[in-house]
């Protein structure tokens, strides 16, 4: 990440305080894993305990002064843009971890929502007092105030009360929705600080953050995620490719990105009628509905999906939420009083299963044409 930030920046001074407080890191990494191996082996060892003590502090420190120097070249745009990403991955990795009764991976990525949150409030804070205070510190320091005050505790509560039901033997039933709402407010609430903040920029400025990412492979971090998941082609990540279509290409994505967008404005409305308090249908919409934005997000060089792997497994998702859809409204239709009702119901779920079928079909036949010959394709 340090490596990444370095690349990208072009303050010298302050990549060449970040490449040093990097390589104090990579010094003391070994031995801090040797003292706690020594630790481990003598577990009742004072010596041992004091050395771990040492090196722990000594760690702690050196990241706190990597963090900084890292901040100091990041612009505040930047930082919120990939914390909102990495707040979205994570809440999905909590619905999947409460879903599968995971509860380790429930609380660890509960655990890394709060400090990405905790660290976005702790830093637009000490960027708002770079500003006079007016209109637009306020409306800034309102969503703060709203995401920390009301937001995170809203997210701890449903947390601990997720993990004590799942703690239980055997697990005791609560409330998921409220779970996956509490979670999903925790990013519309770091999204919310983001669009606070970019109200002061720039029509020009707006219009460079919206650009497609480019990203060569040889500036790219070594212990970046990204690095081992991305799919790369001749050195260029998927991302890049997509930034490189024709202006035609790209007006017809817009063209269907609006037209999605469209689409969603409509869904919302009509899902917004219902209470999802033990409805299962509008929790499959919304979850849906969640995973094709992030699939348009894509085609802008935004969001948590990465390359073509991520939108095929997306696609997947959509089908596997379909076909689950498809079952509830079923039962429903076959409980429907009213044989012109049921008949419109049971012709609508036809086209339901027809679209999963075509997703499916669609993700099998990518998945298998990016791995053709060991080779990695990009395909529309």
Not at 85 to 111: F, S
Not at 174 to 197: M, T, W
Not at 274 to 302: H, P, S, Y
Not at 326 to 345: E, G, N
Request: proline residues 3%; aromatic residues 4%; hydrophobic residues 40%.
């Amino acid at each position: 990440v340090a490596n990444l930030a370095c690349s990208i920046s072009n303050n010298e001074e302050g990549v060449k305080l970040v490449r040093m407080a990097a390589t104090q890191i990579d010094s003391l990494c070994p031995q801090v894993i040797n003292a706690a191996l020594t630790l481990a082996a003598r577990p009742q060892s004072k010596v041992a305990q004091d050395n771990m003590d040492v090196f722990k502090d000594q760690w702690e420190k050196q990241v706190r002064i990597l963090t900084e120097a890292v901040d100091d070249i990041t612009s505040v745009d930047d930082f919120l843009s990939v914390s909102e990403n990495h707040i979205l991955e994570d809440v999905n990795k909590c619905v999947i971890a409460l879903q599968e009764g995971d509860v380790d991976t429930l609380d660890r990525t509960a655990g890394a929502i709060r400090g990405r949150a905790a660290r976005v409030v702790h830093i637009i804070n000490a960027e708002m007092e770079n500003y006079e205070p007016g209109v637009y510190t306020e409306r800034v320091l309102e969503s703060i105030k709203l995401l920390s005050e009301t937001v995170m505790p809203r997210f701890a509560e449903q947390v601990e009360v997720a993990i004590e039901a799942l703690s239980t033997s055997p697990p005791q039933p609560f409330e998921e929705n409220e779970f996956i709402d509490a979670s999903r407010l925790v990013y519309d609430g770091v999204r919310d600080i983001r669009k606070a903040v970019l109200m002061i920029r720039t029509p020009e400025e707006l219009e460079d953050d919206s650009d497609f990412e480019q990203e060569d492979y040889d500036t790219r971090s070594r212990t970046s995620v990204q690095t081992e998941d991305d799919q790369l082609i001749a050195g260029q990540s998927a991302r890049a490719i997509m930034a490189q279509l024709p202006q035609e290409e790209k007006a017809k994505i817009a063209e269907q990105v609006e037209s999605f967008r469209q689409e969603k404005s409509k869904l919302d409305a009509e899902v917004a009628k219902w209470d999802d308090n033990g409805n299962d249908i509008i929790v499959l919409a919304k979850q849906m509905c969640m995973i094709m934005m992030e699939m348009t997000d894509f085609t802008r060089g935004k969001g948590p999906l990465k390359n073509s792997s991520d939108v095929i497994n997306a696609a997947k998702k959509i089908a596997e939420a379909g076909s689950r859809m498809d079952k509830l409204a079923r039962a429903v239709a076959d409980q429907c009083p009213d044989s012109a009702c049921k008949q419109d119901l049971l012709a609508y779920l036809q086209r339901i299963a027809l679209y999963c079928h075509q997703l499916n079909i669609c993700s099998k036949v990518k998945a298998e044409v990016q791995n053709l010959g060991g080779e990695l394709i990009v395909s529309g």
